[in-house]
């Protein structure tokens, strides 16, 4: 399926607004191709390409509303389409919360689309499924990984006039490699828009060198460490927070933004002050569609400045009950950091961990936004400015809020998952328990 072209979905989305009769109308289409490779015990074992469109319409009437969606563009299928959403609308109950559509919208342009991207063939994944496997061979390691690739569109409009249109690509790897003997495990990924800034040969040699350096971890005692957290194990649990900005969870006393007897911590102190979060849909490094999920235009949006709490995020309806206006949910999150390597913090540490990543994370506390989960692929104790041994993997209970405050020093930001996350440093973080898991 070639990318339609913001003429071709424009008059697509115009046609099909045309057989409505409801009081409104949504209409959204996207599509593209997504190819992937995969490959487990150093054998690629599945490999495709799927090239795919859908039109999905919403069909309201007052504040009840109803949604289809086909695969199908000729007029009668649209038609038929238009009025099975009418039909179900007029079935389902009202929404109390529902809010009108939104009238004509002004998006700005971002970069999104590669062309290096949208050209990747399955030669290209063949060729770096080889060269991601002959290492692991040569070392007598084995290896698990996965590429998945996409070039499409979406676009969206509405009978109220609204019509937003964007083109876009990515590229996604991520490697484990583990000893032969089970001992050892490392991991590594990277995700672009463009696939020239791709360096898998790098992403697979470093998840072989954290396997082969984690073998046959030693147990050191739970408690609080000093911990250096690579970018994607600060992602891991930095990602959490952007969720607790809702203003709605703050105001209604649920989230860690809830004040004591009433209203929201907004305009407070609560990390360092060396802590500055943003969102840009434009930014050249993650660059995003420019709206949300309810068409709303995203902008640059300062979060956190500074330490201090200075926005949240409004869905259209709590915004229209709080009288004040919506602000979209953050995408393509920038976390500030600082100029130390990674080897600066573990020179700078006399007894700490290295953590390379974390996983099956978990919500204890809301209100303080703490969690649990465990340390993987690749865990180490430093001593005296030097990384001694691989240990044993952890269970930690950690809240972001805390490890905003005790930060020792931050590196560059890197990409990870879409956002821009430091490697950090991070003093007295709560180690709970020991785990067998390699």
Known sequence: MAILTKEEA???IDKTLSFAKADETEVSISGGKTGNIRYARNTVNTSGET???SLNITSVFGKQSG????????D?????AVARAEEIAKLAPEN???MPMLGPQEYKETKTFFDSTDQIDPDYRAQLAIDSIKPCVDNNLTAAGYLEDFSG???MGNSKGMFGYNKGTSVDFTVTVRTNDGTGSGYSGADFNDVNLLKSGSVTNL??????ASQNAQAIEPGKYTVILEPRAASDLLGRLTFGLDARSADEGRSFMSKKGGGTRIGEKIFDERVNIYSDPANTEIPVAPWSGDGLPLEKTQWVENGVVKNLFYSRYWADKQGVEPVPRPRGVIFEGGDESLADMVRSTERGVLVTRFWYIRSVDPQTLLFTGLTRDGTFYIEDGQIKFPVKNFRFNESPIIMLN???????PQRVDGSLVPAMKIRDFTFSSLSDAV
Not at 207 to 212: C, I, L, N, R
């Open 10 to 12: 424009k008059q697509i």
């Open 51 to 53: 090239n795919s469109i």
């Open 67 to 74: 949604s289809t969606s086909i695969n199908e563009l000729d």
């Open 76 to 80: 009668e299928s649209l038609k038929k």
């Open 96 to 98: 109390p919360e529902y």
């Open 153 to 155: 569109f979406t676009a």
């Open 207 to 212: 998840a072989v060198q954290k396997a082969m």
């Open 406 to 412: 005790n930060i020792e020093s931050m590196g560059k």
